[in-house]
């Protein structure tokens, strides 16, 4: 049996992402390889931070006693997990759930692809220059992508809007996953990012806003 840094297990609405209005669990491991200028989890990245060690066992059985179907493993970032391969084997073995990973690009996904010949669904970062962490990014993951997947770029100003544009067309990402373009909180607006996708006639491309942050202050947890 193996545990985990768990700092937050709760039910919410997806804020982003394909599922963005569905209910979900998310369950939040501690730490992070990467201190994004715009992070809005850094009191879970820290050393430090304060967690539940919870088993594999205890993890599903929290999240199935919820009735929930949507499951969310972010963090931090949740791939850096001692022996999370584990614990998603005996998630994806529940026929009920449907799981999803969000990952900051930067740890490669292909050990996760196949577990007992199943496979979560991957939120991937890519790291623009506003985050100050772009050159982390492991960008070899694009191969190993599915129409399921996402890679989301969350952007702070013109400039990674071209960048986003520059790393979309070279990898031809609309074809091999889903696409978002999140505005940095407060960075940005929105009507920025809605001209720059008619500009360059970004078909395929979803402009997305973190529905949580509306909904409940945004510093909030648990949301």
Not at 58 to 87: A, F, R
Not at 103 to 129: C, V, W
Request: net charge negative.
């Amino acid at each position: 049996m193996s545990y985990y840094k768990v700092v937050e297990l709760f039910t919410s609405i997806n804020g982003e992402g394909q599922r963005a209005g569905q209910i979900a669990v998310f369950v939040r491991f501690q730490g992070c390889n990467l201190h994004c200028s715009f992070c809005d989890t850094t009191w879970a990245n820290e050393k430090d931070a304060k967690y539940q060690l919870m088993s594999e066992k205890e993890i599903c059985d929290k999240i199935l006693s919820t009735g929930i179907h949507n499951v969310t493993l972010t963090g931090g970032e949740p791939l850096l997990q001692e022996n999370i391969k584990e614990l998603l084997t005996l998630l994806l073995g529940q026929p009920s759930l449907s799981i999803e990973i969000e990952t900051n690009g930067s740890i490669s996904i292909k050990p996760f692809l196949s577990l007992q010949g199943k496979r979560p669904r991957f939120t991937l970062d890519y790291k623009l220059a506003g985050s100050c962490m772009e050159s982390y990014m492991d960008i070899e993951n694009y191969q190993y992508l599915q129409m399921e997947d996402t890679v989301k770029f969350v952007c702070s100003d013109k400039n990674d809007l071209e960048r986003a544009k520059q790393i979309i067309d070279h990898y031809e990402l609309t074809k091999k996953s889903r696409v978002y373009l999140s505005p940095a909180f407060g960075k940005i607006e929105y009507s920025d990012i809605v001209a720059f996708l008619l500009e360059h006639k970004m078909n395929d491309v979803t402009m997305q806003i973190q529905m949580h942050k509306i909904i409940w202050d945004p510093n909030m947890r648990g949301v």
